[in-house]
């Protein structure tokens, strides 16, 4: 079964350093996702990419948050300016479509980083 | 935006026995989602659930989109199934696009 992949497993950055986390949706995928979970909350949504353009973001996806499609195959979140406060697992997911039913946001096994 | 409200917030149970995870939400929704997040931190998805009744193995998850609500049932439940689990709601926006919205989730520990 095609599954979502997400380098790296883990990251360890300091403070003040650029990261950018990559991931390799679903091939026949349209819409992209990248969600957060600060350790022991929940997963919370960051930003949703479609068409080449952000389609959603939350309220945390400020401008620290960026993303990329930069080929046909790899979707990537940089963080600019990393803080303390930006260690989390960061999930990404895809969907062939939205809204419809058989069709669930698969996701990836996420990227652990960790801001020194 | 949308509440989504799990409990128990936590569930300790012994080997061998049964539970039901139960998952409130507070607007319609176009589609719902089950995920187990094992202790590497993965999360597999369970059950895409928008409405009625699905059953996989030990698991089975029901849907009531009309009273907005939708249940998590474990039997016979196994040490491998401690873990955090998460019911994730699907609402379309204005703009036309969704997001999942994650409730907190439901600790569940089973003891040997």
């Known amino acids: 079964e095609p599954e979502v992949t997400q380098t790296p497993s883990h990251q360890v950055t300091q403070m003040g350093q650029e990261v950018i986390l990559r991931c390799v949706p679903i091939?026949?995928?349209?819409?992209f996702y990248w969600y957060r979970q600060i350790l022991g909350q929940k997963v919370e949504f960051l930003v949703s990419?479609?068409?080449?353009?952000?389609?959603?973001k939350s309220e945390i996806f400020d401008d620290q948050f960026s993303v990329e499609r930069p080929d046909g195959s790899n979707f990537t979140l940089k963080i600019r300016s990393t803080k303390l406060e930006d260690s989390a697992m960061y999930f990404c997911?895809?969907?062939?479509?939205?809204?419809?039913?058989?069709?669930?946001?698969?996701f990836g096994d996420g990227t652990r980083l960790s801001i020194l | 935006g949308i509440q989504v409200e799990q409990s128990p917030p936590d569930l300790i149970l012994q080997e061998g026995a049964n539970s039901t995870l139960r998952c409130n939400f507070s607007?319609?929704?176009?589609?719902l989602q089950w995920f187990h997040q094992n202790p590497w931190g993965q999360l597999i998805n369970l059950f895409y659930?928008?409405?009625g009744t699905k059953q996989n193995g030990r698991l089975s998850a029901t849907t009531v989109a009309t009273e907005r609500y939708s249940l998590l049932y474990i039997s016979s439940s196994q040490t491998t199934d401690s873990g955090v689990y998460f019911c994730?709601?699907?609402?379309?926006?204005?703009?036309?696009?969704?997001?999942?919205?994650f409730g907190k989730g439901t600790m569940l520990l089973v003891s040997p």
């Open positions: 997911a895809s969907s062939e479509v939205q809204g419809q039913e058989d069709q669930p946001q698969h």
């Open positions: 091939s026949n995928h349209l819409y």
């Open positions: 990419f479609y068409n080449n353009e952000i389609s959603e």
């Open positions: 607007d319609s929704v176009n589609n």
């Open positions: 659930i928008p409405s």
């Open positions: 994730a709601v699907e609402r379309v926006t204005n703009s036309g696009y969704s997001t999942l919205t």
